[in-house]
């Protein structure tokens, strides 16, 4: 990774671990997926901006695979999503061949833009909800 995106994603990772996503997590209809931490084996929670299309949550991963939470994903696909203050659980999958900048096109606008402002190497992610 050249150096000005390392610089850019340990800035922009570091603002959202200490700042924002603690801020954010409080919110009660914050969007929230948890996942299970690889190593801990706790709960890990992180505001995401995607949206319910019928029993499926779509969002776009602003670091791919550099993502903890993708990385948490990818070692236990079993993720709750809450969604307008409702907890959902659900199997989680990455599609790399699905063409994120186009996903972002049907998601919260907001978002969306953040993530394209932000991002690299996006990844869309699609949780299969089983309640």
Request: hydrophobic share 35%.
């Amino acid at each position: 990774m050249p150096r000005d995106r390392d610089v850019k994603f340990r800035v922009v990772t570091a603002v959202q671990r200490y700042v924002a996503n603690p801020l954010s997590r409080r919110l009660p209809f914050q969007t929230l997926v948890e996942t299970t931490g690889r190593t801990s084996g706790l709960p890990r929670r992180t505001p995401v901006g995607g949206r319910l299309v019928g029993r499926e949550f779509w969002f776009v991963s602003e670091y791919g695979e550099k993502s903890q939470y993708v990385r948490n994903i990818r070692a236990d696909p079993k993720v709750r999503v809450r969604v307008g203050g409702r907890w959902h659980h659900g199997t989680a999958q990455l599609l790399p061949d699905d063409d994120p900048r186009a996903r972002l096109a049907s998601l919260p606008r907001m978002n969306s833009t953040a993530v394209r402002l932000f991002g690299k190497d996006l990844l869309t992610v699609r949780v299969d909800l089983t309640d």
